[in-house]
């Protein structure tokens, strides 16, 4: 079993900047991805970002050039968000998915779900 806990949501203004951390407890393999998905009002959840502790990161096309991912260790994950704008508003969740051997999937994890507003 793995726990996602997540910190740093909150509220900016547009162009505003906020970080957000998600560190893993529990039984993580020693390869996983983790990342990050938003869920805005009225539209389906979506991976934000999302990276291997090797690499590369995956980034959403909305994001790209504004939002940084990064993976320290092999349980914490940071995503830097940068000139955030309205659209940005949303639950972001922290994820973890399991690796076995051959790459097959294991499990998928999510964290509580941080709010983002974005607004002036």
């Known amino acids: 079993q793995v726990q996602l806990a997540e910190f740093g949501g909150g509220s900016v203004q547009p162009g505003g900047s906020l970080r957000l951390s998600c560190a893993a407890s529990?039984?993580?393999?020693?390869?996983?991805?983790m990342g990050w998905y938003r869920q805005a009002p009225g539209k389906q959840r979506e991976l934000v970002a999302a990276?291997?502790?090797?690499?590369?990161a995956h980034y959403a096309d909305s994001v790209k050039g504004r939002f940084t991912i990064s993976r320290h260790g092999n349980n914490i994950v940071y995503l830097q968000m940068d000139r955030l704008e309205p659209e940005d508003t949303g639950v972001y969740s922290c994820?973890?998915?399991?690796?076995?051997?051959?790459?097959?999937?294991?499990?998928?994890?999510w964290g509580q779900g941080s709010r983002v507003t974005v607004s002036s």
């Open positions: 994820n973890l998915r399991q690796y076995r051997d051959y790459g097959a999937p294991g499990d998928d994890y």
């Open positions: 990276t291997t502790r090797e690499g590369p």
């Open positions: 529990g039984m993580i393999f020693s390869l996983n991805a």
